[in-house]
């Protein structure tokens, strides 16, 4: 059971869309809410890479949907996401009714609901720590956020594990058995538009199980190529401790291979490492909550790998919030 947060200051550690949906109904009930991220910009794994010439990738989640009434409301409001419907390789069993991405970015939704909220970004939190006048967070610089009144962890399952080791061990045990899968991205950009015959080419089975034309989402540059490869779940985990400059053109390599086009060298190429990319085993439920502490965690981990669920995680999170100190 969640403790009561009996006054107004609370820390949402992650800047995703769990985080930021979980801080804005917060800020909108009347708390004062602090987010903090690690990462140079905002959204987790709904991130936009921009390069100094032509090229845009967004190479951590490719689309989402919006199934719920309330998801769908909250994307109509903000103007910052549509529909997108790429041509998909013969071949490939996808249905892409429905889905959508950000607008002009991928970034852009997260960065909607940030809007007029105070997040504080390049700041990793090390360690937390509860007393009696509530929550501190030390950050890696060894400075001290707080005090803190109520705190949510919006973060990958295994750092919210390292956050939480010694303080809850009905959390850690929960925890425990969640099961997230990595990703290794690949961003290849073409000065020349290439001759493809399709947007998007999916196979789940391949080693590399997504190659995206960037361009063919609305609101993107259409000069050039800018093609976004994903690997797949077991070849990202086998070659994970590679350096990007080493993973890159293995991807590409391999990209050719299963598409059968041999294609000219990339004006630019570099791989991130999403090690926590894709829920395999979710918690099972919307958010977890501390018994003791007021404290607790969301994220897509709770529910499945969804950017929808997310939301939803962050919203529910919210919600306990706000009910307990009704």
Partial sequence: MLQKVSSSRIAVVGAGL?????????????????????????????????????????????????????????????????????EIA???????????????????????FA??????????????DYASEGWRLQTEDGEQAGPFDGLVLAIPSVQAQDLL?????????????????????????????????????????????????NGSKPGRPVQGTSLVLHA????????????????????????????GLRLPPPDYLTAHRWRYAKTRVPAGKPFLASGDLPLLLCGDWCLGARVEYAFESGIAAADAVIAQAG
Wanted: proline share 4%; net charge negative.
């Fill in 18 to 86: 769990a985080g930021l949906a979980a801080a804005r109904k917060l800020h909108r009930a009347g708390y004062a809410v602090t987010v903090f991220d690690k990462g140079r910009g905002l959204g987790g794994r709904m991130a936009t890479r921009r390069t100094e010439g032509p090229f845009v990738f967004d190479h951590g989640a490719q689309f989402f949907t919006a199934r719920s009434q309330t998801f769908q409301a909250e994307l109509e409001q903000m103007a910052a996401a549509s529909r997108w419907q790429p």
């Fill in 90 to 112: 013969d071949g490939v069993t996808l249905e892409s009714e429905g889905w959508w991405v950000g607008q002009p970015a991928m970034n852009a939704l997260p960065k909607a």
């Fill in 115 to 128: 809007d007029g909220l105070s997040v504080t970004t390049g700041t990793r939190i090390v360690s937390i």
């Fill in 165 to 213: 080791e010694g303080k809850d061990d009905g959390l850690a045990a929960e925890l425990s058995r969640v099961e997230v899968d990595p990703c290794w991205a690949v961003m290849a950009g073409f000065n020349i538009a290439l001759e493809l015959e399709y947007d998007l080419y999916a196979d789940a089975l391949a080693d590399v199980a997504w190659i995206a034309v």
């Fill in 232 to 259: 797949s779940p077991e070849w990202s985990r086998t070659h994970l401790e590679l350096e990007p400059d080493q993973i890159a053109p293995l991807v590409l390599a391999q990209a050719e291979k299963q598409i």
